[in-house]
């Protein structure tokens, strides 16, 4: 361990090549998701528990990319005082689910 050798020319050389692209790479990457925009955005309620996200970017150059993520939440349980986070709707579909048994009544 004491005995420490000096790295050759062509390794420090290497070494930095190396290191000057990764931080190039991310200065690239960095650049690029920063020029991307939201076009739009919309949300739509398929069932009280149940959406489509939709958003669009503006890539640059005429280009645009679309996403799509449909998102489903599960209740399995609810207190009465949990009413005021969900819509008159959603809170509707939770009655019918504790009639039917599917959804657990805390209170």
Avoid at 40 to 62: A, C, H, M, Q, R
Wanted: net charge negative.
């Amino acid at each position: 361990m004491l005995s420490i050798k000096n790295m050759k020319l062509s390794n420090k050389i290497l070494s930095g090549a190396v290191c000057t692209t990764i931080i190039a790479c991310g200065i690239v990457a960095t650049t690029y998701v920063s020029g991307m925009n939201i076009i739009s955005y919309e949300e739509k309620w398929i069932t009280p528990f149940e959406s489509v996200i939709t958003t669009e970017y503006n890539l640059g150059d005429g280009f645009t990319a679309k996403s799509t993520t449909t998102s489903v939440t599960t209740i399995s349980s609810v207190r009465h005082s949990d009413e005021r986070m969900f819509s008159s709707e959603q809170w509707n579909a939770i009655l019918n689910g504790i009639a039917d048994g599917s959804i657990v009544w805390e209170d």
